[in-house]
């Protein structure tokens, strides 16, 4: 029998209990043994709760039990999981977690450590939810050089996102009923505004790249200022505006960014909707791939825990987790990077083209009727510094959108 400890009996604390319980005969014949949680740490009490006889206060009775084989860490936040995963590592606990702030911040150094006490740190609930993306990294894309990850990585915004583009709804009324759902928190800011997101792809681009991506270097902009107006102009395009997290090798440069991005129908990533996430993945002998489900939620994630629970129960105590160098890798100035954008402006089309072409080039204007006062254009290709001066030599935009290249 395998004795595990849980530390957080949260929204994902709780889902793990529920999947090791209501799965217990599957996962007892897939890990070879049976695995029972023999401890829960939380702060408060759980008074009727079956738990409550394994509730304990003090992480101490925890890391000083010989027993205890792995931590499930789903606290969430750095402090306190950092000081206790890292305990947890050094006196021979392999930890898996959901922890995604946490491995963004610290995963080199405490997958160095799980290596140094032949233990594992495991974390594929950390990005995607359920969709299994850390472990096909892990192993079966080992072989591969990864030129690009690219993904629908927050459920929170692909909803709102959704509702948008299906009800025609403006950003804060569709905010508003993702909260309303339990979609989205009552502080959406971390979600909202790409955080989130970010802490993802800097996670996946480290497991992809060898090095250490720090989350603060990623270009990051949320989806807060996308208007019903501009998901009319979407859908006159035949697109649809998602938030995409991306990083990407061109020649000798690595580019990574957070931002809403139109996608056309010939994208893998344009149909995906609702809280659904999706991870688009190209290596130079795969080609392409996408990994797609429920990227969110109470049981897909602790589901995901809990495979990383199994995994380490069959591994017969060998490191099987892939790490990262601490070396920091430099990502390129995104201003160097280059796509197309669609731009919003004030004006008629017949007065400002003329204009607009002497600046930016040759455009493809795009003009709706109800939007009087405004039409829209798609530039050619440039980067992102080129584009700058444009707008700057322009005057005011209303706004402006980066197409995805394919």
């Known amino acids: ?25 599957t996962i007892a014949k897939k890990a070879g043994e049976e695995i029972q949680v023999k401890y829960v740490l939380d702060l408060r009490d759980f008074p009727g709760d079956p738990i409550q006889e394994k509730v304990v206060h003090d ?55 799980a290596k140094e006490n032949h233990v594992n740190y495991l974390f594929e609930a950390s990005c995607g939810g359920g969709i299994p993306i850390i472990r096909p990294l892990n192993s079966s894309l080992t072989g591969d050089q990864i030129d690009e990850i690219t993904g629908i990585l927050n459920g929170t915004t692909n909803y709102i996102l959704t509702k948008m583009i299906q009800e025609g709804s403006e950003f804060d009324e569709a905010l508003k009923e993702a909260q309303e759902k339990g979609y989205a928190e009552r502080n959406p800011e971390a979600d909202v505004e790409g955080h989130d997101a970010c802490r993802k792809i800097a996670i996946l681009s480290s497991l992809a790249f060898g090095k250490q991506v720090n989350f603060e270097d990623v270009y990051t902009e949320g989806i807060t200022k996308i208007s019903a107006s501009d998901i009319k102009y979407a859908k006159a395009m035949d697109d649809s505006i998602k938030l995409l997290a991306s990083s990407k ?16 129908k ?12 999706a991870i688009f993945v190209h290596g130079n002998m795969l080609g392409d791939a996408m990994f797609y489900g429920s990227g969110a939620g109470k049981l897909p994630t602790a589901s995901a825990v809990v495979g990383d629970i199994v995994d380490e129960a069959k591994s ?45 080039g040759p455009v493809e204007p795009i003009v709706l009727e109800e939007l009087a006062g405004e039409f829209g254009f798609v530039t050619e290709e440039m980067t992102e510094a080129e584009f700058e001066e444009k707008e700057r030599k322009y005057g005011t935009l209303i706004s402006r959108i980066r197409i995805r290249n394919l």
Not at 60 to 89: C, H, Q, S
Not at 251 to 261: L, N
Not at 327 to 353: A, C, M, P, Q, W
Request: overall charge negative; aromatic content about 8%.
């Open 266 to 277: 010939e994208d893998p990533l344009f149909s995906v909707n609702g809280v659904f996430n």
């Open 249 to 264: 090798r061109v020649g000798d440069d690595v580019y990574a960014m957070v931002s809403p991005v139109l996608v056309g």
């Open 316 to 360: 017969g105590s060998r490191n099987v987790m892939a790490s990262w160098s601490e070396e920091k890798l430099d990502l390129s100035d995104i201003k160097t990077s280059r796509k197309k954008f669609f731009v919003r402006v004030y004006g008629e089309l017949e007065k400002e083209l003329e204009k607009i072409e002497a600046i930016f």
């Open 59 to 113: 992480f101490e009775i925890i890391v000083n039990d010989p027993t205890i084989r792995v931590v499930a860490e789903v606290m969430g936040g750095v402090e306190p999981a950092y000081t206790f995963t890292k305990r947890a590592l050094l006196a021979g606990k392999s930890v898996c977690t959901s922890n995604k702030e946490l491995v963004a911040r610290h995963g080199a150094e405490l997958l160095k450590i």
């Open 1 to 25: 029998m395998i004795q595990i400890a849980v530390l957080g009996y949260g929204t994902v604390g709780s889902g793990v209990v529920e999947v090791l319980n209501t799965n217990k005969d």
